[in-house]
Every structure is written in C-alpha cells, then in structure tokens.
C-alpha cells in the first residue's frame, strides 16, 4: 500500500516556475516507478512524465519536454515535478501516481498505475 501526497501548486503567471512535491508513505516507494498526470476541466487525464524506481530513467510528455523535469529522491521517499516557463495550457490538476509496473513503456498510462494522490492545482494566468 502507497499514500500519495501532493503539494506546491499555486497561481503563477506565465513564464513563472513551480515546484510540485509528491511525498509518499509505504514500504514499497523505492521499488514503484512514478508518474506525473494533469488533468484540466472538462478535458480526460493525460500524461506529464514518470521516472523509473531508480530515477535513471525519465520520460515526459512532448508538450512539457525541456520545460519541465521529474526527479526522485528513495530516501526522502518523494517525487519532484520542476515545472519551468509555464504556459496557461498547463493549467489542471495535477496527480502523483505510483505504479508496480517494471515495464516502462506502460508508464505514460494512467491505467497502470496503483496509487494516486488527491492532487494539487496549478493555475497559471496569461
């Protein structure tokens, strides 16, 4: 069993920078792959970026690549979204996810993964 806990969303405005945390609890964190989904109003739930159990492996959706970056951290047992010159299409709520599968190519799935976090929003104005 894995809780997921989300935190750093805000308002920014376009341009601006956040940090989205993802703290979790349970025994199994260093051995779960973990993702990253957004979700805006009225829109399905869709990709960000997920990084292996190790943190040496790191995928991300084209619109976020080389704007935003994953990182890990197995001792603090916490996930990291580093999200840089936000656009007011990266407005939604944004998820942490925990997923069991060793298989990286399921990762930018949502149905894949086990745990998931309430989510925090991120509301970037032009």
């Known amino acids: 069993q894995v809780q997921l806990v989300e935190s750093g969303g805000g308002l920014v405005q376009s341009g601006d920078s956040l940090r989205l945390s993802c703290a979790a609890s349970?025994?199994?964190?260093?051995?779960?792959?973990m993702g990253w989904f957004r979700q805006a109003p009225g829109k399905e739930r869709e990709f960000v970026a997920c990084?292996?159990?190790?943190?040496?492996?790191?995928y991300y959706a084209d619109s976020v690549k080389g704007r935003f970056t994953i990182s890990r951290d197995n001792a603090k047992s916490a996930v990291y979204l580093q999200m840089n010159s936000l656009k007011p299409e990266d407005t939604a709520v944004y998820y942490c996810?925990?997923?069991?599968?060793?298989?990286?190519?399921?990762?930018?799935?949502?149905?894949?993964?086990?745990?998931w976090g309430q989510g925090t929003q991120v509301t970037v104005s032009s």
């Open positions: 349970g025994r199994t964190f260093s051995r779960n792959a």
């Open positions: 990084i292996s159990s190790s943190g040496s492996v790191q």
């Open positions: 996810a925990a997923t069991s599968s060793v298989y990286g190519s399921t990762w930018s799935s949502p149905f894949h993964y086990d745990y």
